[in-house]
């Protein structure tokens, strides 16, 4: 705001003219800055219709995927076997007998104060041989049983080592496979690796009060127990993967009878898909009805009149509409998607009956689940081509949007600079008028002064 320069000569409060004539001059400016916050809530809406949209095309790609609704629940007769399935399983059963359990080697040595030294006087080296006959030869720091144990944990030689007390100031070393099962078998040798392959190291074990406390083994089961079809199937943990296909069986004991695992179509999961696909595309037409809403406001007069929403009249949010609903709409292979419990209603929306899908599924499980799956690719078909990074119907959307947004500001900024040099203006054509009403002021006073000092006429008797 400039400096008043109200009444000088005038009297005039010239501010609030000027205030007046800029408020007028400024109307361009002001109908910009209205299209700006316009424009600006458009970006914001679009970007969350877009983020909806986004939304749908994860849910539904990941529903037309390659086996997603192949769904399969595992159960078994014993709480000592669990099973678990993945989609390229297959609906049955078989019977598993576990008979032994996996098991990860553990040796201890005889109790000790120090390690040992060689005929040397240096401390005797440790070699540990695995499964493989590989060996790993182990020169500790010293006799302490500490750097004896850095020493092993620090070769990654198949088995790690802690210090365990065993009383009067001595301690056991405790040797744990870093691998389960029979592949981490291994042997501790006090000696070097050619005293190993020599045959004159000393096995740690070998000591009447060292021992193995756990053996290395595999898990074992038996499928046909008692036939002659008879399979054992081994696992270097208690998880035997892909028992069947896809079927993975989890063993906590073992068992005197056979378990029935059995493999079943998933009906519970394959409909949650399909409904929360439903409730995403309703979650994506309820956001375009509700920003294409008609309203009634009345303004101060008292006349009513409609308004409309931010998307009414936009015909690309209303052709994304249009193509969200037809994909999940339109029938697959002549057959409605009502017969798989998806069901359009008269007001532009869907539900989705579980039972239904239930029933379509107890009759053709795999036909159902591929209609389901084209149904889906459609809909991802339909959110992809509109919230595509570079030719999304939204996306392009949004980015009109914001590059109208920055010319609008470009140009709200060269008004400001038009407008202040336009201040500056009348601040001056006033400020002069000022001036020249002061002088003429001026000029009538002395003008009055020196006609009152005239002499004044006088007329004789």
Known sequence: MGTSIDGLASGLNT????????????????????????????????????????????????????????????STTSPAVTATATTSATAGSVDVTVTQLAQTQVDV???????????????????????????TEIVPASTSLDDVVTAINNASGGARAVKVPAGNGTYRLQLTATTSGAAGAFTAYQGTSTQVTAGTATDLMADPSAAVVKAAQDAKATLYAGTAAAQTVTSSSNTFADLLPGVSVTATAVTAAPVT???????????????????????????????????????????????????????????????????????????????YGINITKS?????????????LAADPAGTQAALQTIASRVADAATAATDPFSGSVT????????????????????????????????????????????????????????????????GA
Do not use: C
């Open 15 to 74: 501010t609030s003219i000027i205030n007046s004539l800029m408020s007028v001059e400024a109307l361009p400016q002001t109908q910009l800055k209205t299209k700006l916050a316009s424009d600006q809530t458009m970006i914001s809406t679009l970007q969350s219709f877009n983020t909806k949209l986004a939304a749908l095309r994860d849910l539904a790609t990941g529903d037309s995927a390659a086996n997603a609704l192949n769904l399969f629940t595992a």
């Open 109 to 135: 040595t005889a109790a000790m104060a120090t390690w040992p030294v060689d005929g040397t006087g240096a401390p005797a080296h440790l070699t540990l041989v695995d499964s493989t006959g590989k060996q």
């Open 261 to 339: 695992v059995t493999i079943t179509s998933d009906t519970a999961g394959i409909g949650k898909k399909a409904g929360d696909l439903v409730a995403s595309v309703n979650d994506v037409l309820g956001f375009v009805s509700i920003y294409s809403a008609v309203s009634s406001k009345t303004d101060a007069n008292g006349v009513t009149a409609p308004t409309g929403g931010i998307f009414t009249g936009n015909s690309s949010v209303r052709s994304v509409n249009d193509q969200v609903l037809t994909a999940l709409a339109m029938p697959v292979n002549g057959q409605s998607p009502s017969a």
């Open 348 to 360: 532009g929306d869907f539900t989705f009956d579980s039972a239904k899908l239930a029933t379509a």
């Open 396 to 459: 392009g959307l949004i980015k009109g949007q914001q590059a109208e947004v920055t010319d609008l500001g470009n140009q709200i900024s060269d008004w400001d600079q038009r407008l202040a040099s336009r201040r500056a203006t009348l601040q001056a054509v006033y400020t002069n008028m000022e001036v020249l009403l002061g002088g003429l002021q001026s000029q009538s006073s002395w003008l009055s002064g020196q006609i009152s000092s005239l002499p004044k006429s006088s007329t």
